[in-house]
């Protein structure tokens, strides 16, 4: 009977034990767990993950095009502006039977410039002219008996000891009556008031004609 009460007390003891052992065991583990969460900051259990982003490379720029500067106008050439000149001569000649312009033409070889009228023609020679001596008027040809339109002329002189011009008469003798020192030319004033700045231009023109033909270029004197 003794021995039989050891042996209970004794299985007793060992139940006691193992569950001392597996509490023992069940605290440590709930610990450790504890601490595991403890260890991981709040911020990253509560808050979604941000996602990656990746640095887009610009790319390469294309340098602007620039656009190209027309080229510079050509300057006109001697028979270029003889030409504009003889155009005008005749298109805005006068009709009063005695200044009109009935043919011009020019020698580039000796710079002479012809221009036929009813009562002759005149040789100019454009490399004897100064072209600072350049004059506008409007004069009224019109005399007792013959009643004319206003004309508009552009007179200038020749380089001192030189002969700006000689005319000749229809039977194409020298006319001495005509001077030589100086040469006009006639347009038609109210032909010529129908084109802007036409006295500007042909300003231009004759000066930059008489420069080409080896006349005295036009200076800026003040």
Same mark, same amino acid.
């Given at each position: 009977?003794?021995?039989?009460?050891?042996?209970?007390?004794?299985?007793?003891?060992?139940?006691?034990?193992?569950?001392?052992?597996?509490?023992?065991?069940?605290?440590?583990?709930?610990?450790?767990?504890?601490?595991?969460?403890?260890?991981?900051?709040?911020?990253?259990?509560?808050?979604?993950?941000?996602?990656?982003?990746?640095?887009?490379?610009?790319?390469?720029?294309?340098?602007?095009?620039?656009?190209?500067?027309?080229?510079?106008? !050509?300057?006109? *050439?001697?028979?270029?502006?003889?030409?504009? $000149? /003889?155009?005008? @001569?005749? #298109?805005? +000649?006068?009709?009063?039977?005695?200044?009109?312009?009935?043919?011009?033409?020019?020698?580039?070889?000796?710079?002479?410039?012809?221009?036929?009228?009813?009562?002759?023609?005149?040789?100019?020679?454009?490399?004897?002219?100064?072209?600072?001596?350049?004059?506008?008027?409007?004069?009224? !040809?019109?005399? *007792?008996?013959?009643?004319?339109?206003?004309? $508009? /002329?552009?007179? @200038?002189? #020749?380089? +001192?000891?030189?002969?700006?011009?000689?005319?000749?008469?229809?039977?194409?003798?020298?006319?001495?009556?005509?001077?030589?020192?100086?040469?006009?030319?006639?347009?038609?004033?109210?032909?010529?008031?129908?084109?802007?700045?036409?006295?500007?231009?042909?300003?231009?023109?004759?000066?930059?004609?008489?420069?080409?033909?080896?006349?005295?270029?036009?200076?800026?004197?003040?």
């Amino acid at each position: 009977m003794t021995q039989l009460v050891c042996v209970c007390t004794a299985v007793l003891l060992l139940n006691l034990s193992a569950c001392s052992i597996e509490t023992v065991l069940h605290g440590l583990s709930s610990v450790q767990t504890s601490e595991t969460q403890q260890s991981v900051p709040p911020d990253w259990q509560s808050q979604p993950a941000k996602p990656v982003v990746v640095a887009q490379t610009a790319p390469p720029t294309t340098p602007a095009h620039k656009a190209k500067k027309p080229d510079p106008k !050509p300057e006109p *050439t001697q028979q270029d502006l003889f030409d504009y $000149l /003889r155009g005008k @001569l005749l #298109s805005l +000649s006068p009709d009063d039977g005695l200044n009109d312009n009935l043919e011009v033409s020019f020698d580039p070889a000796t710079s002479i410039m012809s221009i036929t009228q009813p009562d002759g023609h005149c040789d100019i020679f454009l490399n004897a002219i100064d072209a600072n001596s350049a004059l506008w008027e409007a004069v009224d !040809p019109s005399d *007792t008996y013959h009643p004319r339109d206003e004309l $508009l /002329r552009l007179t @200038l002189t #020749s380089q +001192s000891g030189k002969k700006a011009r000689v005319c000749y008469d229809k039977r194409n003798q020298i006319n001495p009556s005509a001077a030589s020192n100086r040469i006009r030319l006639f347009f038609s004033h109210s032909k010529a008031d129908a084109i802007p700045d036409f006295m500007n231009s042909m300003d231009k023109a004759v000066k930059k004609l008489v420069a080409l033909s080896g006349g005295t270029p036009e200076k800026k004197i003040f």
